[in-house]
Structure formats: structure tokens, C-alpha cells
């Protein structure tokens, strides 16, 4: 594949990462592996064209493709997620949530997020980030590490107190539900516009496996593209209300929320949208609403319980004590007394890529957290079952449990490559 290209040095590291995709197993649970049809779709001659503005309104000629193509994405999303509007340009999830603090808030508002250790993301307000900067968050946390229940009594007193004009729920590293329910009611109190970033869990929410916060008053979803719903890299802003002329400015009232958001990616944020990943977004959103994609989504969370049992019964110490989708959290600290970064490098070491993470109001800094983040989007697209789940908590057991028996490390790498190059990836089909 490699030798008609010119400029060996890239296409010899794309056959690299090709190879080390195949021969490993990726646990990382914000990552997966893309039908060929997507990869087709990416690598595509939309990549050639200039599409500023929104269907049927560009600032350039020659769209007839690629407006059929992006009305298309919206089209499938609206349905799959039961949108009222979908903002199918934006190139990343921390774009997507930047252009909805700016589609409803002024500098100085306040949004109310999760802890970030508890398992919100950086773009849910960390500090030195440019919302941090503008923007006034506060914060909602769990109870405890054991059950990993949000508490919510706190969150309403706190939201009482400091009137978030935003409440948003989503999360990159908690194992649980949300109660949206509760969200709705603390949210109706205190007159906030209630936000889900979905990056995470939009695979299983258009499989109608896990709940969808428009059933429950939100107004938006952001999401990512890339991680459970198989897609390309990017991102998706789901909303409700009406849709008007978004080159036109419009009041800030809730209903306007459609025309605002595309408003704020499009002139507020970005430039000309990228039409071959939209055109690969649209080819991700067919291939999720088809039925084998359900039974994709209910293997990868009934892989990811097997994953965090196993892992138990090995005497790993799991925060909240198990999963409810499709990511686990392991405080490594606790259950080997050595970092997650540590983890990490001795994982990788044997074909196993995780990445370590914070755990609940970690003592340790994020460069050497206490624990590592692991899941099962991307095994499962694989194609590997539950009897597979306890062979890899074998795997990451014995590994860590010896991290300097370089012998016995050769041994697993071993196994894990033979494996491994016994699931072709998607694209090899
Ligand atoms: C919950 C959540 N939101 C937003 C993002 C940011 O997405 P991106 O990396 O595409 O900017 C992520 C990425 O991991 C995420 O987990």
C-alpha cells in the first residue's frame, strides 16, 4: 500500500500506526475504529471544497453536492437523537460546547458543571481554558466514590445560590447515569437552559440503550463524532426549538436556540466547515441507525460490566464499583501503589492502550494520577465478546501485579499480538 506514494516518510508511519492498530487492543474509551465506508467518506474529494455559510446560504459556488451532503447529516441526526436542529460543522467537541456558552451567554455568566475530577471534562470550565477565562463555573459533584451517586441536594442548593444560566451534564470519566429527571427539575428552579455534552455516550443514547436528555426538558446536546458513535473525528450540536435564517441576527430567547448555536459556529467560531468529514458524519449516522449497530452498542456495554467484574475479582478497586456504560475507572493507586501513569507505560509495554486519569478528588497531580481510564467502544468494533473480557482482566492483572518481569511482560505482549491480529480492523474487511 505503501510504495506508490511519494512521500514515504508519512505513508511509512500510516502503515506504522495501521500495524500497531492491528496488533494491539485499544482501551481507551473515547476512541474506536471507523467502518471503511467512513474512511472513504474522509478521505474524499470534499475535502477540495470551500463551503462557507449553511445549506441553501453559502458565501461560494459550485454546492450542490456538498449541501445535499450536509442537509443529509442533519437530516439523520434530527432523527436519530430527536432534534429539533442539528449543527452538523463543528470540527471538535471542545468547539461545540465553546459556540453554545457563546450562542446563550454573556462574559461573566455562570455555568454549572460537573467536578471535573468527579468526571467532567476540561472544557466544562478547567481552569486556564478560554471559557474558564470568560465564563463563571460552578460546580456539582458525587457523594461518594462508592456509589458514585450525584448529590444532587447539594447541586440544587448551590444552583439556588448562583443562578448558572447554563446547567450542563456530561461527562469523560464517570461510569454511571445521570439522573436527567433531577437535572430538569433543579434546572426548572432556577430558570437554566440545560445542556448535555454526550460526547462520550452518544452510541448507546441512538441506540435508545442509555436515556436521552431530550426526554427530559434539555434544550441541547453537544457530542463528539469519533468516540461510541464510530464516526469521524468531530462533532455535532443537537438542539431544540426553531430553526431561522442563521446569517440573520435573532433575539437570545430559548426557542431561538437552533438559529443561535449555527450563529455561533458559523460566523462566531469557525470558517469554512469541512465537508469531507461531513460527509463521513453522514455516513456514521446511517450506519447507527441501522440494527447492527444496536447490537454493537449492547455488546460494548455488556463487555464493558464483564471488563469491571473481572477486573474486581482480581482485587482492583473500581470507582462507583462497576460501570453502567461503557468506561471504567481503576484507581491503580490504591489497588497497586503506583501511579496510573505508570499503569499506562506498563499496559502499552504489553499492546494494552489505556490512559491514566484522575480518580474523585485525587491527592495526586494529572501527569501522575491515581488511577487509568479504560472501556470498550473500540474491542467491541473488533469483535470481541465477554469470554475475551477475562482474558484481558488477566492480562492487565498479571502485568501489573509484575512490572519489572521483563520476561514475563515479552510473554503477554505475545499473547495480546496473537490475539489481536486475529480481529481484523474494520477497514481490513
Ligand atoms: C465529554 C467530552 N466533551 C468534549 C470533549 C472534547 O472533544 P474534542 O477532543 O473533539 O475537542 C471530550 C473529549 O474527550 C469529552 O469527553
Known sequence: MTTKFKDQTVFKLIAAEEKRQREGLELIPSENYVSAEVLAAMGSVFTNKYSEGYPGMRYYGGQINTDAIESLAIERAKKLFKADHVNVQSHSGAQANEAVYHAWLEPGDTI????????GHLTHGRPGTISAKLFNFVRYGIKDIESGEIDYEAMREIAIKTKPKIILAGFSSYPRELDYAKFQSIGDEVGAVLMADMAHIAGPIAA????????????????????????????????????????????????????????????????????????????????????????????????????????????????????????????????????????????????????????????????????????????????????????IADWIYRALKSPHDELALDKIAAEVRKLASSFPLPNDN
Open 112 to 119: 454549572m458543571g460537573m467536578e471535573l475530577s468527579h468526571g
Open 208 to 391: 435508545g440503550l442509555l436515556k436521552n436528555p431530550f426526554d427530559y426538558g434539555f434544550r441541547v446536546m453537544t457530542t463528539t463524532t469519533h468516540k461510541t458513535l464510530r464516526g469521524p473525528r468531530g462533532a455535532m450540536i443537537l438542539s431544540k426549538g426553531n430553526l431561522g435564517n442563521p446569517l440573520k441576527a435573532v433575539d437570545k430567547i430559548v426557542d431561538n436556540l437552533p438559529t443561535l448555536i449555527d450563529r455561533s459556529v458559523f460566523p462566531g467560531l469557525q470558517g469554512g466547515p469541512h465537508m469531507h468529514i461531513i460527509a463521513a458524519k453522514s455516513v456514521a449516522l446511517y450506519e447507527a441507525a441501522q440494527p447492527d449497530f444496536k447490537q454493537y452498542c449492547i455488546n460494548m456495554l455488556a463487555n464493558a460490566k464483564k471488563l469491571s467484574v473481572e477486573l474486581m475479582n482480581r482485587g482492583f478497586k473500581l470507582v462507583t464499583n462497576g460501570t453502567d456504560n461503557h468506561l471504567i475507572l481503576a484507581d491503580i493507586q490504591t489497588s497497586f501503589n503506583f501511579d496510573g501513569d505508570m499503569a499506562e507505560k506498563i499496559l502499552d509495554r504489553i499492546g494494552l492502550t489505556v490512559n491514566k486519569n484522575v480518580v474523585p478528588d485525587d491527592p495526586l497531580p494529572p501527569f501522575k494520577p491515581s488511577g487509568i481510564r479504560l472501556g470498550t467502544p473500540a474491542i467491541t468494533t473488533r469483535g470481541l465478546g465477554e469470554e475475551h473480557m477475562v482474558i
